[in-house]
């Protein structure tokens, strides 16, 4: 009899481990931005995501009308923005998205407002914010598991996670949102690890 349990014991802790190695390892993996999507920047620009030469990015998705998760997550990576400037790399080597997953209601003008508030004042900058169709925001929304609702209220649910993508466009890091789980300490220390 203690034979089966140890292993019944041992069959529980290879799925718990398979279940980890798979969600924390394997899922992010095969995260990326998808080659056939097409978005718009806050400032009427084409931004083809099957296009875009090899650099280290960090994908956050956000709505303007968020009273804290996301605008919180955006202040954050303005300091880590601020960081990587000091540090030679911003623009050249490291870029921010921002993908709004209202595009309804986010407006170019809402998005240029809400990217002037974390000092990004025109395209080019190094930060794109982008909005693009509801089928290609799930796309891309959905290549990155991300998943979001709206109750009908305008306050969107979503997940709170940020993604750190390597220079060959995979996700290599999944990061909180908001001030206490977003660290730019953390955040810069792993982009530099991957420019390394």
Known sequence: ?????TLAASLVIIG???GILYFAVYQPSTMRLPNDVTMETAWGKSYEFGDLPPKVRLVEFIYT???????????????????LKQAGVFGSKVEFI???????????????TYANAFGVMSDGQGWVFLRGSEADTKKV???????YRDPGNGMIVHTTLA???????????????????????EVYEAIMEELS
């Open 16 to 18: 718990i481990s398979v």
């Open 141 to 147: 929304a959905d290549a990155f598991h991300f998943q």
């Open 98 to 112: 921002t993908i709004t997953i209202d595009p309804a209601r986010d407006t170019n003008e809402k998005l240029q």
């Open 65 to 83: 009308n968020c009273p804290d998760v996301c605008p919180n997550t955006t202040a954050q990576m303005a300091k880590l923005r601020d960081r």
């Open 163 to 185: 993604y750190l993508l390597g220079r060959n466009g995979r996700v290599v890091k999944q990061i909180g949102m908001g001030t206490s789980r977003f660290h730019v300490d």
């Open 1 to 5: 009899m203690k034979k089966w349990y």
